[in-house]
């Protein structure tokens, strides 16, 4: 096994493992918003105690499903379906039926397959950071959320991070700790993109050169025939 086959083979197994701990991150924040959010929070406020709900009215979840869609790109597609390509790879050599063909045709299409993967992934990073920061530092406006009874807060329009970030901003009667933890899986899943962004820029880069290289044997090869 050449060197450039073994670094790829590194950097697939390196972007399964951090896809995965993206896939769980967002899971994890879905599950949560679901079961727990969904049932508001209690704020102190002039003295009273009131009820937030715990979605606002404009809640985007755009970003994360984005986020979701690379990831699991990233996992089934190029890391699962690499590591069955490559073996059918090693098994195809010199074989030239049908069946060998068919294993090449697989092949390619993996390769080709890894830029619009990668580009899904680059746009999920710009897509996310770009939302997130332009709402960042949104806060809510604590004497309207005391008369809502019940109501979704409608000012603004929020990521679940800015959200839930906002939300510790107040005077909170209960779940800050829970709270103070799920904002950290956000901002986990968020900024998991970059170094998934860094580990598939790699695997891209190397599936190419390493197709190169041995589309240049597999002629050389024929040739001697």
């Not at 996992?75 to 790879?89: A, H, K, N, P």
């Not at 009667?173 to 580990?199: C, K, T």
């Not at 190397?206 to 090869?221: K, M, P, S, Y």
């Amino acid at each position: 096994m050449s060197r450039l086959s073994l670094a790829l083979k590194v950097a697939v197994g390196l972007l399964m493992v951090d896809s995965i701990i993206e896939l769980a991150f967002v899971s994890s924040m879905v599950a949560w918003l679901h079961r727990t959010a969904s049932k508001g929070f209690l704020f102190n406020y002039g003295g009273s105690t009131y009820h937030l709900v715990g979605e606002p009215v404009h809640i985007m979840t755009d970003q994360g499903h984005t986020s979701n869609g690379a990831a699991g790109t990233a996992f089934v597609l190029i890391g699962l379906g690499g590591i069955l390509v490559l073996l059918l790879r090693s098994w195809s050599q010199n074989k030239y039926g049908g069946l060998g063909s068919f294993a090449r045709f697989i092949y390619y299409l993996w390769v080709s397959l890894n830029i619009p993967a990668f580009l899904l992934t680059t746009g999920a990073l710009a897509y996310v950071f770009a939302v997130t920061n332009a709402h960042e530092g949104q806060s809510i406006y604590v004497p309207l959320a005391s008369t809502l009874d019940g109501s979704k807060y409608p000012l603004e329009f929020w990521t679940p991070q800015n959200w839930f970030s906002a939300v510790l901003q107040l005077d909170l009667a209960d779940a800050r700790d829970d709270i103070e933890s799920h904002v950290r899986v956000m901002r986990g899943w968020q900024y998991n993109l970059i170094p998934m962004f860094i580990v598939q820029l790699g695997v891209t880069i190397l599936a190419v050169w390493e197709f190169l290289g041995w589309r240049r044997q597999e002629v050389f090869n024929r040739g001697e025939k």
